[in-house]
């Protein structure tokens, strides 16, 4: 790896010249005009659908027992009622910035802004079906 750089500056670095060579543009071309014109999406979404998928699993029992344990059910914690909290997970208090890029948190809030649809899924290739078409917006 480059010094100083990222393995996700290096992959993004990959990706735009990979898209100037397939599409005989200049490097200096806007990178998401590149993307756009192949169909590629932004590394950001990537991030998320993965992510989203992950959170799937583990909300339905699909991961191990270590990746379960980092999650709570908002239903295990109250019993106060609303519309659409359904198969919401709680959200820890963060009070660093570190807790705030954690998995265990940054899941639990990507997982609770997926619409009540998506969140309730009857199974994984539904939900990844669905998931393609959703905006994280």
């Known amino acids: 790896m480059l010094f100083g750089?990222?393995?996700a500056s290096v992959f993004l670095k990959n990706c735009r010249s990979s898209a100037s060579i397939l599409m005989s543009a200049s490097y200096e071309c806007n990178?998401?005009?590149l993307f756009r014109a192949l169909g590629w999406p932004k590394l950001k979404h990537k991030r998320l659908v993965s992510t989203s998928i992950i959170m799937y699993k583990t909300v339905y029992g699909m991961t191990p027992e270590y990746l379960r344990s980092r999650f709570v059910s908002r239903d295990d914690i109250t019993s106060y009622r609303?519309?659409?909290t359904e198969n919401e997970l709680a959200l820890p208090q963060p009070r660093t910035n570190y807790l705030k890029k954690s998995f265990s948190y940054s899941g639990a809030?990507?997982?609770?802004?997926?619409s009540?649809?998506?969140r309730s899924a009857a199974s994984l290739n539904y939900f990844k079906r669905k998931l393609r078409r959703?905006?994280?917006e």
């Not at 809030?109 to 997926?114: A, G, H, M, Q, R």
């Open 5 to 7: 750089a990222t393995a």
């Open 82 to 84: 609303l519309r659409n």
């Open 31 to 33: 990178v998401e005009d």
């Open 116 to 118: 009540h649809d998506l």
């Open 134 to 136: 959703h905006s994280f």
């Open 109 to 114: 809030k990507l997982w609770n802004s997926l």
